[in-house]
């Protein structure tokens, strides 16, 4: 479990094959010396497993199917990407609680100022729109940020100065990819009422009957 408040940035400074999946070797030096192998670290929000350490940077392995489902199959040497370890029991919730399983894919659409904080306009596929409600939070690329508003096909967030500065989001192009995961509880909601309702559940969230269909058939009565 994460908490989505990004502790440092790394840089991607190896990316090879291995298997059928592939091998990540990122740098940061200064991030987590008290981590050890098979320790668990979100980056850019997806829960990797620290395999090997080597000149300030560890290398973490990435399945087949992590690569296909983020952002993380695209990585290139240079490219910046948000760190965090795994929360201990003992630690303050500062974010919202965050599995580092991704669950889509989006896009920054677009950023602009708002008096001490920025809008940061992002695109989501609508399968993942279903689960993301004004005020209700959302992990971007592994940071635990607050919805302002929401439209059919993405949503909106209001970043304070300290987060944008001390994490990939200043440095993120419009156009750019973004890992998503949303609120752990409202993927439950849905999964309760779709059981309640006598429906499958078995598909990846992708291909899922949406939350607000769910709840207008339960409203009807069927």
Do not use: W
């Not at 990435?62 to 990585?75: D, K, L, N, P, Y």
């Not at 609508?126 to 689960?131: D, G, H, K, R, S």
């Not at 750019?176 to 009422?193: I, P, T």
């Amino acid at each position: 479990m994460f908490t989505g408040l990004i502790e440092a940035e790394g840089i991607i400074t190896r990316t090879e094959r291995a298997g059928t999946g592939i091998r990540i070797e990122v740098y940061a030096p200064e991030f987590g010396r008290d981590m050890a192998i098979g320790d668990s670290i979100a980056v850019d929000g997806a829960c990797l497993t620290v395999v090997k350490f080597i000149r300030g940077a560890f290398i973490a392995d990435v399945s087949e199917e992590t690569a296909r489902m983020t952002t993380i199959g695209s990585f290139t040497q240079s490219k910046k990407v948000n760190l965090e370890r795994a929360m201990r029991l003992s630690d303050r919730l500062g974010g919202h609680i965050v599995t580092g399983h991704i669950d889509g894919v989006g896009s920054l659409v677009m950023r602009h100022p708002a008096g001490n904080s920025t809008i940061y306009q992002f695109q989501a596929p609508p399968e993942l729109m279903e689960y993301v409600v004004p005020k209700g939070s959302i992990a971007v690329d592994g940071i635990s940020l607050t919805v302002a508003d929401t439209r059919d096909d993405g949503f909106a967030c209001a970043v304070i100065p300290h987060t944008e500065q001390s994490t990939t989001l200043k440095d993120k192009p419009t156009g750019g990819s973004v890992n998503l995961e949303v609120d752990m509880m409202a993927k439950y909601v849905q999964r309760f009422v779709a059981l309640y309702m006598g429906a499958e559940d078995e598909t990846p969230i992708a291909g899922r009957r949406g939350l607000g269909d769910l709840l207008r058939e339960f409203s009807d009565g069927r």
